[in-house]
């Protein structure tokens, strides 16, 4: 088993043997991102928020530690997952970390 590694945000970790990011709010685990690695990219196929945390950001929270992660890693971003293709939308400062190729999952619907 493979330790968490940390991210720039001291709640959330990178659970290399499960694919997720995951966000706690003290010892509980509040929510995570889960991707498919490969060697370039990291693809963000679903995230989870807990209910119980609802409206505590700790969403966006978690997407931009994961992102901030991937960019800090030289890696792309596939964003699958519609949270973090949304969370992306509106923060275009990420964009560039999608490949062109995969931009229109984050275009405005």
């Known amino acids: 088993m493979t330790a968490p590694r940390p991210t720039g945000d001291p709640d959330v970790v990178d659970n290399i043997d499960r694919h997720r990011y995951e ?3 003290g010892t509980e685990l509040a929510g995570f991102a889960v991707y498919q690695p490969s060697d370039q990219a990291l693809t963000f196929i679903h995230t989870e928020i807990d209910t119980s945390y609802d409206g505590q950001g700790l969403g966006g929270r978690l997407a931009k530690a994961a992102l901030d992660d991937v960019r800090a890693r030289g890696l792309h971003a ?3 997952c519609p949270f973090i293709a949304g969370w992306i939308r509106r923060h275009p400062a990420y ?3 999608v490949e062109e190729r995969h931009r229109s999952k984050v275009e405005a619907e």
């Open 23 to 25: 966000i706690r709010s």
């Open 78 to 80: 596939v964003p699958l």
């Open 95 to 97: 964009l560039d970390l």
